[in-house]
């Protein structure tokens, strides 16, 4: 199975950065997902580790220790369109010809003026 | 690309009835579609995984008699809520997964409130 934590809540200042992390035990493992979710909304994706290092989009950078079992995900120039709940996902191994992916509990991050 | 429509995106019903929620992948092959249940502040569970052309794998303590899933093909699956009871409200959303890119991000719908009263 999956366990996966990271904090609940997160408040930063607009046009700081701040970085969310998020640890993982895993049956299996092929590939780590960040998602974004605002209030209401589905999820949507912003980046995807499978290998350790650092996975740098724009504003957003995500890095991977699968020996840790540690993820961060780093967000740059805040802006308060980022406020919104940041979703860590994992991806099983193959089994039995699918893989799952399970959900943390997403941090709720607000930024403030 | 990788559009992923899910109708209705809003319902409310009455405890008793039936709901059917679609999920279409609109410019992609989806052999395999993923259906989450989401209650408030709460993270996204899987209830099920939905293959095409085959039955549906429900996750432990989801009941395959009430959460009624069709998969009939490459573009389409359905959930149907059958027997609907307040405690049913939630927020359902499908993914999928581009049949031509397994190792791709799950590619989710717009999601579906469900209130029963």
């Known amino acids: 199975g999956q366990n996966i934590d990271q904090p609940t809540e997160m408040t930063a200042t607009e046009g700081a950065i701040v970085q969310i992390n998020c640890t993982y035990q895993?049956?299996?493992?092929?590939?780590l997902f960040w998602y974004q979710q605002h209030a209401g909304e589905a999820p949507t994706f912003l980046s995807y580790n499978v290998l350790d290092g650092l996975e740098e989009k724009g504003r957003f950078s995500s890095f991977l220790s699968r020996s840790k079992g540690y993820s961060y995900l780093l967000l740059k120039e805040l802006q308060m369109k980022d406020s919104a709940s940041y979703l860590c996902?994992?991806?099983?191994?193959?089994?039995?010809?699918?893989?799952?992916?399970?959900f943390g509990i997403g941090t709720k991050l607000q930024v403030i003026p | 690309g990788a559009v992923v429509s899910q109708h209705p995106s809003r319902v409310i019903c009455k405890s008793g009835t039936s709901v059917k929620i679609e999920c279409r992948s609109l410019d992609f092959q989806a052999t395999t579609m993923f259906w989450y249940r989401q209650f408030p502040k709460q993270s996204l569970m899987l209830m099920a995984t939905?293959?095409?052309?085959?039955?549906?794998?429900?996750e432990q303590g989801v009941e395959k008699d009430k959460f009624l899933i069709n998969h009939a093909s490459l573009t389409l699956s359905t959930l149907t809520v059958t027997s609907a009871h307040p405690e049913d409200s939630s927020f359902y959303i499908c993914?999928?997964?581009?049949?031509?890119?397994?190792?791709?991000?799950?590619?989710f719908g717009n999601g579906t409130r469900l209130t029963v009263t």
């Open positions: 939905s293959n095409e052309g085959s039955k549906a794998t429900y």
């Open positions: 996902a994992v991806r099983d191994s193959y089994s039995g010809g699918y893989q799952k992916v399970t």
């Open positions: 895993t049956s299996g493992f092929n590939g």
């Open positions: 993914s999928a997964r581009d049949k031509g890119y397994p190792n791709s991000p799950l590619h």
